[in-house]
């Protein structure tokens, strides 16, 4: 069986690591795998330094689009994507998540009838504001076999029309849905002990034996549009007066912070010696450093989880969230980018911790499974 695999953004990087990891533990016989990167992000930092740490085979192709708007980058991305289909014809073609580079594989894939697998599917924030809405329900509804990480993903997809009683063999028409586990909590417990060992990250910043927090922000919607951006700013100034606050920041967060920051603020934080503000981190550093904060502070979906796999409390600085679960059993709490909610709740967790931290996510084998299952279907 052959499939190739795209990744762009950041988190698909990691979340593909699982997926080569368990072909090459299990499956080196029968699975060829193709990497395709789209050059979606290209920072050595957002990109190179991910390969690197979790072993992933180094890309067959690179496209190198690199950043332009939603339309000029998906576009160049499916012309890259459906030649190299053409040329490779795989068996599958593999797209994790809700990113641009998924969303081009999706169009590119289903015109020229290569089946789809959808890793992390069926999430909904149900806000199409956000373009990683848009790409992940596109994406779901061209796909063959669907793998949902979460019973609420599960339900989603069959409340959008999905039936789970579908039997094999499975095809655009007569599509496969799994609640399966996720691939990023596979990667968590692989590399939990390793990133430990390996990372310099909590000396190197001085953060040994330090309570901290860590945040991160870099969803346009935050970053873009300066009341947001000053409010998260304002309740970290605040937060930072009781806690240290670490803050590996985004390229997109790192350009916006003096254009759309009030000067005042953006002095203050960026002369605050309990602010430290720190290149993006890679990936064994961000889950020691997940591992050793008193809380996170984050719009991002990863983060969120990453913060649960550790048991950390997590405010989220968004209206809604794909991972509902977490919330509903008190670990998370939506905070918007409200000065007031996120000061009020970062005090209550500071006073009562969350305790709950149910088994929401799988057993850490969910890309075997996914594995199986194409081998299954094929
Ligand atoms: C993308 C995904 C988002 C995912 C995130 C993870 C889409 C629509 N969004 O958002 O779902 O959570 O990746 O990080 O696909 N930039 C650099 N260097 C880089 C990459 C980006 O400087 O290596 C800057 C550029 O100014 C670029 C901006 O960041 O314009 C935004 O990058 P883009 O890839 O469009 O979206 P992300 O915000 O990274």
């Known amino acids: 069986m052959k499939i190739v695999t795209v990744i762009g953004a950041r988190p698909q990087i990691i979340k593909a690591a699982a997926l080569s990891r368990a072909i090459k533990e299990h499956f080196e016989k029968e699975v060829k ?7 979606q992000h290209y920072d050595d930092n957002m990109s190179q330094v991910f390969f690197d740490e979790l072993g992933i085979p180094a ?6 689009v690199g950043s332009a708007s939603h339309g000029v980058q998906t576009a160049k991305m499916i012309e890259g994507i459906e030649e190299i289909l053409l040329k490779e014809k795989p068996d599958y073609i593999v797209l994790y998540g809700d990113t641009n580079s998924t969303l081009a594989g999706a169009v590119a894939a289903s015109k020229i009838h290569v089946p789809i697998v959808h890793i992390e599917a069926g999430l909904r924030s149900f806000n199409k504001s956000m373009p990683e809405e848009i790409n992940r329900i596109c994406c779901d509804h061209c ?31 007569n599509p496969g849905i799994y609640h399966c586990g996720d691939v990023m909590y596979d990667n968590s417990k692989h590399f939990a002990n390793i990133a430990d060992k390996k990372s310099q990250i909590l000396d190197k910043e001085g953060l040994r034996g330090v309570d901290y927090v860590l945040c991160t922000i870099h969803r346009d919607n935050n970053t873009d ?3 947001r951006l000053n409010a998260i700013f304002k309740a ?12 590996p920041l985004h390229p997109r967060t790192s350009k916006l912070l003096n254009v759309n920051l009030e000067k005042s603020l953006f002095e203050k934080i960026t002369n605050n010696p309990n602010i430290k503000i720190l290149p993006p981190a890679s990936f064994l550093d961000m889950i020691v450093l997940e591992r050793h904060a008193q809380m996170v502070v984050t719009d991002s979906g990863g983060v969120q989880k990453e913060a649960f ?3 950390k409390p997590c405010l989220i600085l968004r209206t809604e969230t794909e991972w509902k679960e977490i919330v509903e059993c008190g670990a998370a709490v939506i905070t918007d980018a409200d000065e007031e909610r996120i000061i009020k709740s970062f005090n209550n967790y500071m006073e009562n911790p969350p305790h709950k931290f149910p088994e929401i996510f799988g057993d850490g084998k969910a890309a075997e499974f996914i594995c199986k299952e194409m081998l299954e279907n094929f």
């Open 236 to 247: 970290l100034l605040k937060i930072s007066e009781s806690k240290t606050v670490v803050l």
């Open 143 to 173: 796909s063959t076999l669907l793998f949902s990480p979460t019973a609420t993903g599960f339900k989603n997809l069959i409340h959008e029309g999905f039936n789970p009683d579908n039997k094999r063999r499975f095809t655009i028409d």
């Open 225 to 227: 549009q300066p009341e």
């Open 33 to 39: 795998e193709v990497i395709v990167h789209t050059g």
């Open 59 to 64: 890309p067959n192709y690179n496209l190198g």
């Open 309 to 311: 796999f550790f048991q």
